[in-house]
T-cell receptor, first 115, second 109 residues
Framework: SQTIHQWPATLVQPVGSPLSLECTVE??????LYWYRQAAGRGLQLLFY??????ISSEVPQNLSASRPQDRQFILSSKKLLLSDSGFYLC??????????????FGPGTRLLVL | RKEVEQDPGPFNVPEGATVAFNCTYS??????FFWYRQDCRKEPKLLMS???SGNEDGRFTAQLNRASQYISLLIRDSKLSDSATYLC??????????FGAGTRLFVKA
């Protein structure tokens, strides 16, 4: 069966510090991978998605970036965090099969607080 | 107008009650529809997909009305463990999946 991991689970960072969040998926090959952010009491906002190694699409321009160095690894980064970057960051995967209806499965998330 | 709209609630219901949530979407070309459940401070988890013919999973029934562009979720015989936020999710094609902000449900003893 497929599993998805994220770490760290929680993070408190000062404004202006760098960020690296990691997500890995097991039990599947060539998944589509996604990074979402959920602000308190709000819906999920898609930040990035990837259909393969090195292929990243950005949905919202901001000071975050993403990379996919391996098939089942997805990394979210920032060089300098802003207060507005605080939130619940969720990684998700879906089957990369053509025509799939895009059911997405989420990792446990990273709760980030920028002070 | 938001692409996916839900009544934020909260819905406060007693155990054993039947409760229904509605969700409207704006893109008539939307392809797939889902309900997710999210517990407090946890990740969303797929509850069920929503098919045009309607579908049922135990106490949960989902309906899709393409003409009126809304999706519904019916929970029968509510349990305390049903307390959560229910997210309406619409896949519009490509890699665009829109999540509603969620409807909060509290089931009381």
């Amino acid at each position: 069966s497929q599993t998805i991991h994220q770490w760290p689970a929680t993070l408190v960072q000062p404004v202006g510090s760098p960020l690296s969040l990691e997500c890995t998926v097991e039990g599947t090959s060539n998944p589509n991978l996604y990074w979402y952010r959920q602000a308190a009491g709000r819906g999920l906002q898609l930040l990035f998605y990837s259909v393969g190694i090195g292929q990243i699409s950005s949905e919202v321009p901001q000071n975050l970036s993403a990379s996919r160095p391996q098939d089942r690894q997805f990394i979210l980064s920032s060089k300098k965090l802003l207060l507005s970057d605080s939130g619940f960051y969720l990684c998700a995967w879906s089957s990369g099969l053509a025509g799939n209806q895009e059911t997405q499965y989420f990792g446990p998330g990273t709760r980030l607080l920028v002070l | 107008r938001k692409e996916v709209e839900q009544d934020p609630g909260p819905f406060n219901v007693p155990e054993g009650a039947t409760v229904a949530f509605n969700c409207t979407y704006s893109n008539s070309a939307s392809q797939s529809f889902f309900w997710y459940r999210q517990d407090c401070r946890k990740e969303p988890k797929l509850l069920m997909s929503v098919y045009s013919s309607g579908n049922e999973d135990g106490r949960f029934t989902a309906q899709l009305n393409r003409a009126s562009q809304y999706i519904s979720l019916l929970i029968r015989d509510s349990k305390l463990s049903d307390s959560a936020t229910y997210l309406c999710v619409v896949f519009t094609g490509g890699f665009k999946t829109i999540f509603g902000a969620g409807t909060r449900l509290f089931v009381k003893a």
